[in-house]
């Protein structure tokens, strides 16, 4: 996986962008969370996102999903 | 990340940010459209002048036709989870802004560029006094705190005293206030008969005035203290800080240039000004999308040089002094200009003084006068008359023979300030009424 700017991400950071986005697609589509499971998620998708927008891979908006 | 780096990835984020605005926010649109600019035609830095300039004035009058925050937001107030306002040092009515749950992280984020960057670890102990209202002042830097791992100290509605209590009995590492407030809490603990000097604290970071650049102002603070101390500056209009000190101490602030554009123009022509002369910063933001924020004119005056004149490394740019105080600060006294931040560099010379304030008035009804009203401390009021001597020749040198009163007041009557002080009293009336006040310089 490479960024924006062609560098090639470590298994790590990888890893850690992988988590983001399957947090937004969770937070996106699923209708079954329970409060306290969809809070902490918009938590850590809120805190991935630093991560993914540090690496520079554009990770976009995510106010649609509350965060 | 060299510098070709960081300005493509700023294209890059420039252009992002100029989709998203178009999309989101009418308002900005239209003011796009107007200028002929969108995403797709903005493909270097040199198209950011063709970006609308957008000043204080605008936002303000856009809030008051819609109250409360205006036609700004890119997304629902229900996506918020923070509210805050400007402090009002210019203008006539606060700003009011909102974030999210991730520009909240951002705004922690950026703090933690300027605490790492001033060598802040996970084993320091952070106090912050500050009074944790709705001004942001320090809410991003004691989230940044938590965010690196220190144990925090929040040390709102305390008095001076019980402050100093707590940073000595918890043995704080870093203090964070204003430059006026560290100085402050400095004479506290000497009328307390406390040896600061050789406390815990190894840190101070300064915020909240242009004084954490003023070097008087500094080396006073360091030595009162026995710690370094760096400066750092943020606007709420962006939330958080966009430049910061770091461990090598350059004599300037560092600008956050993967998550800001900083562009520095005459404040009257708005055109760009070269690497080491004075101009007006303006800030394009990436971070917070609630309110996005394009060439936003600060009315900050600085002075951008290269990165390479600091040691530590980094490819960020640097304004040299910090932020030299503001295009309407500049006082016209009898055809010259006084500037508080160069006054305040002067008196900071003497460690005997305590506060001081800038008193602008007209005499006779029909001229204008300046005096600087200065609190000796006691300990050192027998050396008064040659500290208020020694102050008048060095005041009037700095500004070109322009006679400047000196005068004594009573210790521990001048205004303290915890947040931003405000030590210029502009007195003055319009020359021939008898009382109407002037307005402007």
């Known amino acids: 996986m490479k960024n924006t700017t062609g560098v090639e991400l470590t298994e790590s950071e990888q890893a850690l962008v992988e988590c983001y986005r399957t947090l937004v697609r969770i937070l996106k589509k699923s209708n079954d969370l329970a409060p306290f499971e969809r809070r902490n998620a918009l938590k850590a998708v809120a805190a991935l996102w630093q991560i993914a927008n540090g690496l520079d891979m554009d990770p976009g908006q995510i106010y649609d999903i509350g965060a | 990340m060299p510098r070709e780096q960081i300005e493509a990835l700023q294209v890059r984020k420039l252009k992002n940010l100029l989709a998203w605005t178009q999309e989101s926010v009418p308002w900005h649109a239209k003011r796009l459209k107007a200028a002929g600019v969108s995403a797709d035609n903005v493909n270097s830095l040199s198209d950011l002048g063709r970006i609308p300039m957008l000043t204080r004035d605008e936002w303000m009058e856009a809030q008051l036709e819609q109250p409360p925050y ?149 080396r006073l603070i360091e030595s009162e203290w026995g ?154 009021d027998s050396q008064a008359e040659r500290i208020l001597h020694e102050l008048r020749k060095a005041l009037s040198q700095a500004h070109e023979g322009l006679r400047i009163g000196v005068k004594q007041v009573d210790a521990g009557s001048l205004p303290r300030f915890e947040l931003k002080a405000k030590r210029l009293q502009d007195d003055r009336i319009v020359i021939g009424t008898t009382g109407e006040r002037r307005t402007t310089a």
């Open chain 2, 70 to 218: 205006g036609p700004l937001l890119a997304a629902p107030q229900e996506a918020a989870i923070r509210y805050h306002l400007t402090s009002g040092t210019t203008g006539r009515i606060p700003l009011q802004v909102l974030d999210s749950m991730k520009d909240w992280e951002w705004i922690a984020e950026m703090w933690c560029y300027g605490f790492w960057g001033f060598g802040v670890r996970p084993s320091d102990i952070v106090f912050f006094a500050f009074s944790y209202g709705t001004f942001v002042g320090f809410w991003g830097a004691h989230y940044a705190s938590e965010k690196i791992g220190c144990l925090v100290l929040p040390g709102g509605n305390m008095t001076t005293e019980a402050r100093v209590k707590q940073i000595l009995g918890m043995k704080a590492t870093v203090v964070c206030s204003t430059p006026t407030y560290a100085l402050r809490m400095a004479q506290e603990a000497r009328s307390m008969g406390v040896d600061l000097e050789n406390s815990s604290v190894k840190r101070l970071i300064l915020s909240g005035e242009p004084a954490g650049s003023i070097p008087a102002t500094k």
């Open chain 2, 227 to 380: 710690a370094r101390a760096a400066d750092t500056a943020g606007m709420t209009e962006v939330g958080t800080i966009m430049i910061f000190e770091c461990e090598k101490q350059p004599g300037g602030t560092h600008i956050i240039e993967d998550h800001f554009i900083e562009e520095v123009v005459n404040p009257e022509s708005g055109e760009p000004v070269p690497y080491g002369e004075q101009g007006e910063r303006l800030i394009t933001s990436f971070g917070r999308g609630f309110i996005p924020v394009l060439r936003y004119r600060t009315r900050d005056l600085v002075v951008r040089v290269p990165a390479g004149t600091c040691s530590c490394g980094r490819t960020f740019d640097i304004y040299e002094g910090g932020i030299r105080g503001r295009v309407d600060d500049m006082k016209l006294v009898r055809g010259t200009n006084v500037y508080p931040r160069a006054v305040e560099a002067i008196v900071r010379e003497y460690k005997e003084i305590d506060e001081f304030r800038i008193h602008l008035y007209t005499a006779d009804g029909r001229q204008d006068e300046i005096e600087v009203l200065v609190e000796i401390a006691p300990a050192h």
